[in-house]
């Protein structure tokens, strides 16, 4: 570990809000406003937040299926946020998605040899019967058998699919796999199976996450660190440890107390935040969080703060710790 | 558990039978067979194909060959549709005009759809400027009543069999090419269409292995009902002159030599006519049962 494999600075998308038929759109919603973050090669890193925090657009932009407004996504050493639509789809190779919803990811008119040959296809890897050979290969990665190879998606369990979005993800060998909400479509017996899988496939095949989740158990059972994004921003990013045994941002800790004990006669103070998420066409002034926080303090109301090292490896964007 | 095993991995995979894949065309053939009318409708049309291209080794007379002795004879079992103003047998050439028919239409509705197909997938997918050209001019085509616009082309082109073939091609593309871009519009935002452009697909790639075959339901059902009013156009055409000439035995050019005996003897216009009403009504059955046969959200 040490060698970084991805860095996104500064990472913005913005989308046009359609007022009307002839008015010229004015304003934006900030799905994203301006994210850093870096992953380690080998590594996992969660992202988790509310639904609507742009948590999945982020994911997105990472994989280049949106292209941000602004901002620098470093793979590899190269910036692929530059690259013109003939290098991307090459550079694709090096990094695969797996979807959330496992029933809609699935092209339902291809059988799962298609589907997992495709990529190989696409990137002209291996011979005809090298593929015949590969797709067995990862079916059996991913505890599915060779038999399954002529059924179509529709014949499968949720948890069958994802493991077949998995195998469709793993074939052309990527370095960065970025799973957005991988598990939330599934029953919950089934999410530790896929979970573990994925920890499993990481440890053979050197694999580096991306782990899109609002679930903070799953994230806290897959990461080796996590950020915690909240409108549009992370407001903290640290290592699992840190981060679950000593959250230092009001949000996250709220977060925090709101993951629940599977001990009933531990006492605990929950934190309940008033009020909802703001809408990130009109975020509120200052530090975005500043309406629902409970340690709200003046400066807050007016200053954004800043993404900032409070502990070594322990970073937090809040006026609380300046 | 009865020996007291985890679950593990596996469990949950091992379950499925072998054997017996539900291809998507096998599931199709189960609805399809179900509906009863469409089965008629489809049998008819079936038959409809064998006698066009057996036509001319069972008809009982010639189709062209006047036979003076026995001009405008009431239908009898020795013609079974009676003679026409020629004393040509007209079940002979409803049999033999049978395969001008289906070739009219066949070939229209294809050169149509093929075109109007890869309209509205370029349309569709790439949208922007193309979508507006494309669409627009699919407006002005459509602002044309179908048969003036048909009249229009053949007067530019000249009557005859070949041209009323493109003049039904050319009304039926912009509604293959609406139909096609809004099928591909909702497709194109589907995950698994997303999941094909993160893996790195090309975009010929994508409209052609993954937005093509979700439209492929809807252009088929079109399609078969397009038959029909393709038919009947191509029979107008032929009707009012247009389209293939006498003798020809075309069940419009037919209806329009018997009208001036529609007193005296109907059985001229009645029965090309029913050829006419039955094959059309065949193809839209047929179209109505492969829509619900095709239709992924109609379960049994």
Redesign the interface.
Known sequence: MGELLIEAKGLKKYFPVQKGLFSKNNSFVRAVDGISLAIKKGETLGLVGESGCGKSTTGRMIMRLLAPTDGEIWFNGKDISKLNNKQLRETRKEFQMIFQDPYASLNPRMTIRELISEPLIVHKMLTKKEREKRVHELLEYVGLTSYHANRYAHEFSGGQRQRIGIARALAVNPKLIVADEPVSALDVSIQSQVLNLMQDLQKEFGLTYLFISHDLSVVEHISDRVGVMYLGKIVEITDKESLYGNPLHPYTKALMSAVPVADPRMKRERIILQGDIPSPSNPPSGCTFHPRCQSCMEICKTVVPELKEVEPGHFTACHLYD | MENGTV?T??D??IQ?K?EK????LSEFWRKFKKQKMAMVAATFVLLLIIVALIGPFIAPYSATEPDYDNILSPPSLEHLAGTDAFGRDIFSRIIEGTSISLYVGLTSVFIGAVIGTVLGLLSGYYGGRLDSIIMRICDVLFAFPGILLAIGIIAILGPGLENVIIAVAVFGIPTFARIVRSSTLSIKE???V?????????AR?IIW??IF??TLSSIIVYFTMRIGTSILTAASLSFLGLGAQPPSPEWGAMLSSGRDFLNSAPHVTFFPGLAIFLTVLAFNLLGDGLRDALD?KMKD
């Open positions: 679950i991995q596996s949950e995979l499925s072998p894949v539900k291809t998507p589907s995950v698994y997303e999941s094909a452009i993160s893996i790195g697909a090309p790639r292995k993954h075959p979700g992924p």
